[in-house]
């Protein structure tokens, strides 16, 4: 009789240590970013999300510690260390629920870093890859005004 509650405790012990695994299907690996990329290792933080209907995109806003204290404080005021990615998706319909709209195909991934400089303002590194497999974009046509879009974004602020 006492072998029943003791091997059920020890039944239950068990199978609450087991790892939770995402069902089959409820993954969204369109949106997911290549692993080889590696973006868990700069250990950044949302900070704001965008929807553009128009261009059917949506776009979420990363950053470390000093983009976010920057951010907060005046324009302008960017300093060495910071680090800025703004991944942006296709939207698509949410197969679970009527009418919503999900991340879809990865459509791109800026990264913006900024390091020390000679002169009173730091160095900006702007780096933009496209696709599914992050290629990076050679072409620099635009890079000045995606760079001060960048810095010009505020961090969404919770109460």
């Known amino acids: ?19 939770h695994k995402v069902p089959t299907g409820q993954r969204n690996a369109d949106a997911s970013l290549p692993a080889a990329f590696n973006f868990n290792k700069l250990g950044l933080r949302v900070l704001s999300t965008f929807v553009n209907r128009r261009q059917a ?3 979420t806003l990363y950053g470390n510690d000093l983009a976010r204290q920057a951010a907060l404080g005046a324009p302008g005021a960017t ?3 910071e680090v800025l990615a703004l991944i942006t998706w ?9 009418g919503a709209r999900i991340p879809g195909a ?3 991934l800026e990264l913006l870093r900024t390091g020390p400089a000679s002169a009173a303002r730091p160095a900006v590194r702007y780096q ?8 990076l974009k050679a072409d620099t046509l635009h890079q000045q005004a995606r760079i001060a879009y960048l810095l010009a974004q505020k961090p969404a602020v919770l109460p």
């Not at 029943?4 to 199978?15: D, E, H, M, R, V």
């Open 1 to 19: 009789m006492k072998a029943t509650p003791i091997a059920l405790g020890a039944l239950l012990a068990l199978s609450a240590c087991s790892q």
């Open 57 to 59: 995109t949506t776009a």
């Open 79 to 81: 300093q060495p260390g």
């Open 90 to 98: 296709r939207q698509q319909p949410d197969p679970n629920w009527f």
């Open 106 to 108: 990865l459509q791109s």
């Open 128 to 135: 933009c890859f496209v696709g599914k497999d992050l290629v």
